[in-house]
């Protein structure tokens, strides 16, 4: 039986909502409202691997939980590892006609700490062996249900609880690691970054990476209030910001072509992200300059891509 509907615009979204009422996700966070988002993109036929952060910590205190789709918990460090056993057991169960056949949507999900830092093995292995699934990273820049400690993801100037800002110190001195590009070099079929500030993107992109043939990957970069040190009804409006200074583009790589999904014609001062946050509030003015020239380099370079190796 097709899901119930609600009809937003020209979108059809499934009424359904498969993350329960009763989680524990702070108020106005970004990783709630995209699990919530990804889960109707998803559907029902879904079952899920988890690694350890605040998605999981928030929706599956003992005795009770928030899921309303087939949900396991694994370590921190092996979410794909998970789904990659699921996947390869209920399709040769499949074969055998011991289950059903269904077309399920095997998807594993996990933090930028479980995903860009301890999970990146397992993820690495499961990209490589081609498995049937989606991996969707939740990039709230750091280890936040641990109490905000830095991740490889964690962008330069941050100040994080183990990247403090202070007299011997502006906070993270390294680079946001680039898991898209290191996602897309394992030549698999589908790669997209993506906001719950532009939820239709989202929603399409998940649907597009669960509908493909292998493996797909969607970094979602999801505004993270206590963190971030924003108010919590900033949420969509920073998400917005870190696209619209081109510090977060959104974009897809088909079969190793680009697109861009959102051209702002004229991108804002990254100065505008980077000051509605406490977590950059220290930056001397020559820190963001440095940070200015970095992705104005970064987003040429994506544009370079998008030009020679453009998506149909
Ligand atoms: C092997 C191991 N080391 C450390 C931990 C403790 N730990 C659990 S979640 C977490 C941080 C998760 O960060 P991230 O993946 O970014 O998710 P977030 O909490 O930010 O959503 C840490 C350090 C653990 N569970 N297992
Ligand atoms: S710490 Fe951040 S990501 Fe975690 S629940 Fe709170 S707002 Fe959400
Ligand atoms: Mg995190």
Redo the contacts with the bound molecule.
């Keep these: 039986m097709a899901p119930e509907t609600v009809k937003v615009g020209k979108y059809n979204i499934d009424a359904t909502e498969y993350l329960a009422e009763g989680h524990t996700f702070c108020t106005g966070c970004g ?1 709630a409202l995209a699990i919530r988002l990804v889960c109707k993109a998803l559907g029902e036929n879904t079952i899920i691997s988890m ?7 928030c929706t599956s205190p003992l005795p009770v939980t928030s899921w309303r789709l087939p949900w396991m918990h694994t ?3 092996n979410a794909s590892a998970g789904i990659s056993g699921m996947e390869a057991g209920l399709k040769a169960m499949m074969r055998k006609g011991k289950v059903p056949e269904r077309d399920i949507k095997f998807v594993a999900m ?6 860009s ?3 990146l093995q397992s993820l690495s292995g499961a990209l490589e062996r081609g498995h049937d699934f989606l991996y969707v990273c ?3 820049e ?5 109490g905000i ?1 830095r ?1 490889s ?1 964690t962008p330069y100037g941050a100040a994080t609880t183990t990247a403090p800002a202070g007299k011997l110190s502006m906070g993270q001195n390294t680079q946001k690691k680039n898991m898209v590009e290191i996602c897309a070099a394992h030549d698999i079929p589908y790669v997209a970054t993506a906001c719950p500030s532009y939820p239709f993107d989202l929603m399409n992109k998940i649907k597009k990476g669960s509908e493909v043939k292998g493996p797909a990957y969607v970094h979602v970069l999801t505004p ?1 209030p206590t ?1 971030w040190r924003t108010p919590s009804n900033f949420t969509i409006e920073i998400g917005k910001l870190a696209v619209e200074t081109g510090i977060f583009p959104l974009y897809e790589i088909e079969n190793g072509r680009y697109r861009l999904n959102v051209t702002p014609t004229k991108l804002k001062p990254v100065e505008q992200y980077l000051k509605a946050q406490g977590r950059f509030r220290h930056l001397s003015p020559g820190e963001l300059e440095k940070i200015q020239k970095d992705v104005d380099e970064g987003y040429a370079k994506l544009k370079e891509k998008v030009a020679c190796f453009p998506a149909t």
Excluded: K, R
């Excluded at 690694?51 to 910590?57: L, P």
């Design positions: 990783e690694a350890t952060g605040c998605d999981e910590v370590l921190f460090e996990g933090g930028d700490g479980g995903t830092d301890i999970g939740w990039d709230n750091a280890y936040m249900n641990t400690q991740s993801a993270c963190g």
